[in-house]
Structures are given as C-alpha cells and as structure tokens.
C-alpha cells in the first residue's frame, strides 16, 4: 500500500463517489489529506461520505452533490470547501464515461454533448478553484484516456474530446506556470462500474470475472494480460498531485498495462 506526503494539505476530487475517483480520495485520505469530494448523485455520495468519516474521522472529508456542468454549483462548492478547510493545493478532475458510437451514427446533440461534458468539466472546476490553488502552489491532475491519442473508431467522439482536452490541458500547463502544476493521466482498460455492467450482460455467464476480464485483455492486445485496478490509477494520480512530482508539468502519464502503441 502506497502513501504519498500530503499532511496539512487538502485535495478536491470530482466524480469521487466511485470507481477511480473513489480510488483516489481513500489514497489521498490514507496519506494524510483532507479531501472534498463531489459527485451527482446524491445518495450515492452520503453513503460513500458515511464510509470515509467512519473509516478516516469526519474531520478529514467533506462532500456535495452537484453537476461539474453547472458552473454556479462547482463555484459554490469552492466557496464551500475554503469555509470548510481553508484552502486548496490539489484538484482532481476525474469526471465523465465514454460514448460507443461511430462518425456514421454519431448525431449532431451527440457531439455538443460529448464535448461539453469533457471540456467544461475541466474548464469550470479549474476556474473555480484557481484562486486557491495558486495561492498553494498546488497542482491539477486530470483523468483522461489513451483514446487522446490513440482513438478508437467505435469511439470517434469520446477520442476526439479526449484529445481536446489533452491540448487544453497542455496549453493551460504553460499559462498556470509557475504557480500550478497541471499534469494528466491517460487510462487504458480500468476495472470500472462500466466493465461490471458489460461482465454481468456477457454471452457465457458461466465465466468467472477474471476469465472474462483475461480474455477482454487479450482481445485488446494489453501486454499485462488484465485490466487495471482502481488503486492503480489512484497512485498514479496521488504522485502527479504529490511534492514528489515538484518538477513535472505538462505531462502525462500512462495507465494502461502497456497498451499505448505511440511513442
């Protein structure tokens, strides 16, 4: 188990009611952060908030329901967690699924849908929180995916939102600087609520989940041979957010079991 040094700092994640993003904030709990969490649904987030003020004290998590696309709500819970804890010095954006869909079957509200979810989801959080951040010296970490840069054609929308919000990402790490960092993940095949739904519809349910999972590896050529684990990403994202990664910015790391076949 990996801990990072984040005592008497404090990091927001959004999406954090699940999946990596969940990941994320119990590996930021048990390295010493207070973390803020967001998500959209609501009765989901209280039961995960139970959870962690059990497991981490109540003190050291603070949670809201609201859309990243509404940008009142994501400033008012920026106003929410300086009254809360007082500051800011790392945010997570780790929001939004993919949409399955070819150029031919992609239809126009598809598009503006895809693209608003992907980039303003960036865009309000980082504007709402900048002011913090910069006064921390603090950094951001975005959840991206491989598909930035190595698109998939039954993916066409989600790869080409990807990849813009890999360049906003890059350009935003050369405006921010010196005072934030800005870094990215790009995942690969993640063990996530998505992989589970696809799991319980597959064709032979006599397959156990890791055959299943095994075989979906193979099928995708990821030299590791499995899916990643939630906690794997969460350590990825934890040092890019860390002291540890003090002097890097405008990068991204991969998260993908050797999946990437660009240099």
Avoid at 171 to 184: C, G, H, K, Q, T
Wanted: glycine share 8%; proline share 3%; net charge neutral.
């Amino acid at each position: 188990m990996i801990n990072f040094d984040y005592d008497n700092r404090v990091a927001v994640v959004t999406g954090g009611s699940s999946g990596i993003g969940l990941a994320t904030v119990r590996v930021l709990l048990r390295s010493g952060a207070r973390v803020a969490l967001c998500a959209r649904n609501e009765g989901r987030l209280n039961d995960v908030l139970s959870v962690l003020q059990r497991d981490f004290g109540n003190d050291k998590v603070f949670a809201k329901s609201l859309s990243v696309l509404e940008p009142e709500e994501v400033s008012s819970f920026a106003k929410d967690v300086e009254n809360r804890f007082g500051q800011c010095d790392l945010l997570v954006n780790n929001a939004g699924q993919g949409r399955v869909s070819t150029f031919a079957d992609t239809m126009d509200d598809d598009w503006r849908a895809e693209y608003e979810l992907k980039l303003f989801s960036q865009i309000y959080p980082i504007r709402a929180f900048q002011p913090m951040l910069k006064q921390a010296n603090g950094a951001i970490v975005a959840v991206n995916s491989l598909l930035a840069y190595q698109p998939e054609p039954h993916m066409v929308c989600t790869s080409s939102a990807r990849a813009g919000v890999q360049n906003l990402l890059k350009s935003l790490s050369i405006e921010l600087a010196p005072d934030i960092r800005v870094n990215s993940v790009l995942l690969g095949l993640v063990e996530s609520g998505q992989w589970t739904r696809r799991f319980a519809e597959r064709e032979d349910q006599n397959q156990s989940r890791s055959e299943w999972y095994g075989i979906l590896a193979k099928q995708k050529g990821i030299p590791l041979a499995r899916l990643g684990d939630p906690v794997e990403a969460a350590n990825a994202i934890a040092f890019l957010g860390s002291t540890s990664a003090s002097y890097i910015t405008g990068a991204q790391l991969e998260v993908s079991g050797g999946l990437s076949r660009h240099i």
